[in-house]
């Protein structure tokens, strides 16, 4: 699936709830599919700044698709990064980075998309368009 | 008692709604609500008679002086000081340690000691370190213990003749915890130190008679208040502050200015450099004669009855852990669920309309004792009500029930 067909995927399981309790409930979930991140990766570097929760991403380049682990020591934060990686990961690096965010808007976390937001979300759609944008310049 | 109710109706914020509730704000530690009257001052000054001051012979900044000047003796009277001069109208808090920090450099050599507590915010770690960076003096901590409170026969020993400076909050932002100030500056005069005390987390609650207390130096913040943000106050003995250095170079702070030399003014004005925040100032005072009206042992009486309440009701939720146990402190509760980290209570009781501060309060050292990432911090000001504590126990449980 392109990076777009699974955002409207996600637009469309979001779009079920009708309150912010259900869709919180449903991100939670998805947290707990999130491919985990090694133990040996997390590491201080691989901690993404910004956030108030710990938030650790490891990316490898298999196939020139870029594969992203994660994890986070708070929930909702994992529910949010297993939600990206999900879009993300498997995908060309060119892919990802010309790729844009406003689902995010769509299944109701408006107000994560804040940069001054505690969780940093704008801080991991960045972190992990920073990791593209290495591998892209390797391809080339 | 108070009459809380008609406490609330001067506070325009409360009536607002937060995700499609009522507001409830527990986040007073960070900044407190504003009330009518402030506001009302804050727009006067500027409908009114905003001008430059100290400076203009005209009417407007006539009046804008004297309603800045006023502000001031409203100040001294409040923290009861003897003279005017001896408060320092500043920026906040931080901007007021900082003047304290830098000025001691001249006063410091190599092997000084500094002394400060491990229940410090950031903004009263850095300052010292970099002091003791520019000057080669060394830097002190008294420890915590579990309950939060200050280990003071291990001050005792660390004070000694070669402390210069011992500095503490009043109360502790992040735990609450109520420091006993009067012995530390007693102990710390004893070998000839000087104290700082830090009330910005006080002051909300208590009224601080620094002349009785002796001590040499007490800064504060007027939003912390019911005043603006940008604003805050300096006291400091005559006799130190005419030793310290000036801060800042400006204007306001010179009494004669030649390319040769330029000698400074008196106090307060050497540290008052440039155009200050005359409105904030003059909101200031009015801010702390609303507190007097209400009467600052009806608001503490009054928190400490919704401490009690809140600490109760929210020790009954399985599983909550209470950080900061002291029987000397404020209506602070720091929490946590056991295993839930507090961004994510923080962020499910946010959609219930609750505010409370969640993560390290910008004092990691306490965090790091207790081993955790941070809190979940509710602090109550004299303006909430044991319903609204009723609505946080509620939201806590249903942030228990979604995240376990």
């Known amino acids: 699936m392109t990076i777009q067909e699974i955002q409207?995927?996600?637009?469309?399981?979001?779009?079920?709830?009708?309150?912010?309790?259900?869709?919180?409930?449903?991100?939670?979930?998805?947290?707990?599919?999130?491919?985990?991140?090694?133990?040996?990766?997390?590491?201080?570097?691989?901690?993404?700044?910004?956030?108030?929760?710990?938030?650790?991403?490891?990316?490898?380049?298999?196939?020139?698709?870029?594969?992203?682990?994660?994890?986070?020591?708070?929930?909702?934060?994992?529910?949010?990064?297993?939600?990206?990686?999900?879009?993300?990961?498997?995908?060309?690096p060119s892919a990802i980075i010309e790729a844009d965010t406003d689902f995010i808007d769509e299944i109701g976390l408006k107000e994560h998309l804040s940069p001054t937001r505690a969780n940093g979300l704008v801080s991991m759609i960045k972190q992990l368009k920073m990791y593209a944008i290495a591998y892209q310049t390797q391809l080339n | 008692m108070l009459d809380v109710q008609k406490i609330r109706d001067d506070f325009p914020i409360l009536t607002r709604e937060v995700n499609g509730k009522p507001l409830v704000y527990f986040d007073n530690a960070a900044t407190s609500q504003t009330p009518q009257v402030?506001?009302?001052?804050?727009?006067?000054?500027?409908?009114?008679?905003?001008?430059?001051?100290?400076?203009?012979?005209?009417?407007?900044?006539?009046?804008?002086?004297?309603?800045?000047?006023?502000?001031?003796?409203?100040?001294?009277?409040?923290?009861?000081?003897?003279?005017?001069?001896?408060?320092?109208?500043?920026?906040?808090?931080?901007?007021?340690?900082?003047?304290?920090?830098?000025?001691?450099?001249?006063?410091?050599?190599?092997?000084?000691?500094?002394?400060?507590?491990?229940?410090?915010?950031?903004?009263?770690?850095?300052?010292?370190?970099?002091?003791?960076?520019?000057?080669?003096?060394?830097?002190?901590?008294?420890?915590?213990?579990?309950?939060?409170?200050?280990?003071?026969?291990?001050?005792?020993?660390?004070?000694?003749?070669?402390?210069?400076?011992?500095?503490?909050?009043?109360?502790?932002?992040?735990?609450?915890?109520?420091?006993?100030?009067?012995?530390?500056?007693?102990?710390a005069h004893r070998v000839g130190a000087a104290v700082l005390i830090d009330g910005a987390q006080a002051c909300p609650h208590v009224k601080p008679d620094v002349k009785a207390l002796d001590v040499d130096f007490y800064v504060a913040s007027a939003h912390k208040l019911c005043g603006p943000t940008g604003v805050g106050m300096l006291y400091g003995k005559e006799d130190w502050l005419n030793k310290l250095p000036p801060y800042q170079g400006g204007g306001e702070m010179i009494e004669q200015v030649t390319f040769e030399k330029t000698t400074y003014a008196g106090l307060p004005h050497k540290f008052e450099a440039g155009t200050p925040n005359i409105c904030g100032g003059i909101a200031f005072g009015v801010a702390l004669d609303y507190m007097n009206s209400i009467g600052f042992d009806n608001i503490a009486a009054y928190e400490n009855e919704?401490?009690?309440?809140?600490?109760?009701?929210?020790?009954?939720?399985?599983?909550?852990?209470?950080?900061?146990?002291?029987?000397?402190?404020?209506?602070?509760?720091?929490?946590?669920?056991?295993?839930?980290?507090?961004?994510?209570?923080?962020?499910?009781?946010?959609?219930?309309?609750?505010?409370?501060?969640?993560g390290h309060h910008c004092a990691q050292p306490i965090m790091d004792f207790y081993k955790i990432p941070g809190t979940v911090r509710a602090s109550f000001s004299f303006y909430n009500t044991k319903e609204e504590i009723d609505a946080l126990v509620e939201a806590v449980k249903k942030a228990k029930m979604m995240l376990s």
């Open chain 2, 306 to 358: 919704l401490l009690e309440y809140g600490t109760q009701k929210l020790l009954e939720i399985e599983g909550l852990k209470i950080y900061g146990t002291s029987k000397n402190k404020t209506s602070v509760i720091s929490f946590n669920l056991d295993n839930i980290h507090p961004y994510d209570v923080g962020t499910i009781v946010d959609k219930l309309g609750i505010a409370v501060r969640t």
């Open chain 2, 38 to 187: 402030v506001i009302d001052a804050i727009v006067d000054y500027y409908s009114s008679y905003n001008a430059n001051i100290h400076r203009g012979v005209h009417t407007l900044s006539q009046e804008a002086t004297d309603a800045y000047e006023i502000a001031r003796k409203k100040i001294q009277e409040h923290f009861g000081a003897k003279y005017a001069h001896e408060i320092i109208l500043t920026s906040g808090t931080t901007h007021s340690i900082n003047i304290i920090a830098t000025g001691f450099t001249s006063l410091l050599s190599k092997g000084d000691e500094i002394i400060v507590s491990a229940l410090e915010h950031h903004s009263n770690i850095v300052p010292w370190q970099m002091l003791c960076e520019r000057t080669g003096a060394i830097l002190k901590v008294i420890p915590m213990n579990e309950d939060g409170e200050l280990v003071m026969n291990v001050y005792d020993q660390l004070l000694s003749n070669s402390t210069k400076l011992v500095f503490t909050n009043h109360i502790s932002n992040a735990l609450g915890t109520i420091n006993p100030i009067e012995e530390i500056i007693e102990k």
């Open chain 1, 8 to 92: 409207e995927e996600i637009v469309d399981e979001f779009s079920m709830f009708d309150d912010w309790m259900q869709r919180y409930e449903y991100m939670i979930e998805l947290g707990k599919s999130l491919p985990l991140i090694e133990e040996k990766y997390k590491t201080d570097d691989n901690i993404i700044k910004g956030c108030q929760s710990k938030v650790w991403v490891h990316a490898e380049m298999k196939n020139d698709k870029v594969e992203f682990t994660a994890d986070s020591d708070a929930i909702i934060t994992k529910g949010i990064i297993a939600i990206l990686i999900r879009v993300f990961s498997g995908q060309h």
